[in-house]
């Protein structure tokens, strides 16, 4: 009798454990805090009006596209989400991963270097000037706005000196990096392999952190929520997966930018560093009180920032096949801002994750290509991307200010 009374508390808990998953959602965005809700919506709303207006949207060879036009712009608007969740800016992503271009051609190209000397050499520039940027911003106390500002223009005029009267240095087509960017795809056994990793990382990483809440006697999720939820991010992944393939599949530079997305996630929500982060952007003073060496945790921020741009540049070359003066400039440091915002980081510091560089370089890509597709003027396209961000900073303010009447009750 006993143990039949056990397993049905165990059962009613764990009911209760799927239950309170959905109420705490429901609880979460009453108070203000919506997560990634809206750019979910509005992905859903964009993909259906696109896929309306033409059905080319959503056909696997599009899809695929708009992957490998997403991870070089995606890594760069992953690094702005490192510094807006400081509360700060970085305006210069765009020329930094222009140079990094330009450093890559001229180093590979016309001093025949070996390409991963290269890519060393402008990811470890790139480093140094987001070091350079946090000693500006930690002994002088210059505004991140004025420090990178002047970063854009300056690192624009280096990068056109850089690549010479010539303006263009084309990479070799044959070259592991062009084909890494533009003709490696995963094999289909490897690609539902990630899938099914992904899944087991997910209830195990839930898994583990719902025993140290129990230890501590918090609530926790159950185990049948955890295992719903690997089973629908399996499900959901396998099915990607498997639409992707009906033509080339799913590119390595994806895989590769969705990887540094998993990396920073842990390392955000996980760390000791990443708790910092989020503690510094929340209330700079009260983190300082609290013992974070808050200029460590800045200089942090804005040399991971211009590495992710350093990064980001070399791939959009590789993409490109060619490295000119027009890399990295157009709309790219745009994109990258307002990817790392519509994703759902907010502009006042100290809340927004790793995913949200992910979704939001989504939706200005689907902006982009479903745009192309029917073969309206960019200007449409500056002007959609415009109002979506702008949505995405209303959201960001009003669930703010809900969060503040919400605490104060």
């Not at 070089?72 to 702005?80: C, D, E, H, K, S």
């Not at 998993?262 to 700079?284: D, Q």
């Not at 959609?384 to 969060?403: E, F, K």
């Amino acid at each position: 009798m006993t143990v039949t009374t056990d397993r049905q508390d165990e059962r009613l808990r764990e009911r209760a454990g799927l239950a309170g998953a959905v109420t705490d959602v429901i609880e979460r965005a009453r108070g203000g805090d919506l997560g990634v809700i809206p750019v979910v919506v509005g992905l859903v709303v964009i993909w259906t009006v696109l896929q309306v207006l033409n059905p080319i949207f959503l056909s696997s060879a599009n899809l695929v596209n708009l992957t490998l036009e997403s991870a070089a712009v995606g890594i760069i608007a992953l690094g702005v989400v490192c510094v807006l969740l400081v509360g700060q800016i970085d305006l210069s992503v765009g020329s930094v991963s222009g140079l990094s271009g330009a450093v890559l051609a001229v180093l590979f190209v016309s001093e025949g270097l070996p390409v991963w000397l290269a890519i060393g050499a402008s990811v470890l520039m790139g480093a140094v000037i987001g070091w350079l940027y946090g000693q500006l911003f930690n002994r002088f106390g210059v505004p991140s706005f004025v420090i990178t500002l002047a970063g854009l223009l300056g690192f624009l005029g280096l990068q056109l000196y850089v690549l010479g009267a010539k303006g263009s240095i084309n990479l070799p087509f044959d070259s592991a990096l062009v084909n890494f960017a533009q003709l490696d795809f995963v094999p289909a056994w490897l690609s539902y392999t990630f899938a099914g990793i992904a899944a087991v990382w997910l209830f195990a990483s839930g898994f583990l952190h719902a025993q140290q809440r129990r230890r501590a006697g918090l609530s926790a999720r159950s185990v049948t929520t955890l295992a719903a939820r690997s089973v629908a991010l399996l499900v959901v992944l396998a099915f990607v997966v498997w639409y992707l393939g009906q033509t080339r599949g799913v590119g390595w530079m994806f895989v590769f930018f969705v990887a540094l997305v998993l990396i920073m996630h842990y390392l955000l929500s996980r760390t000791k560093w990443g708790r910092a982060v989020y503690a510094v952007g929340g209330n700079v003073e009260a983190a300082r009180r609290a013992g974070i060496n808050v200029r460590a945790i800045y200089t942090s921020v804005f040399v991971l920032c211009s590495t992710f741009a350093a990064v980001g540049g070399i791939l959009a070359a590789a993409r490109l096949a060619a490295a000119n003066q027009s890399s990295g400039g157009g709309d790219v440091n745009l994109n990258a801002i307002a990817a790392a915002v519509i994703g759902g980081t907010s502009l006042f510091g100290g809340r927004g994750t790793a995913f949200g560089a992910l979704l939001g370089v989504i939706v200005i890509q689907s902006i982009s290509s479903g745009l192309t597709l029917l073969n309206l003027d960019s200007s449409i396209r500056f002007v959609v991307t415009g109002v979506v961000l702008l949505l995405a900073v209303v959201v960001d303010s009003v669930s703010r200010r809900s969060r503040t009447s919400h605490g104060r009750a």
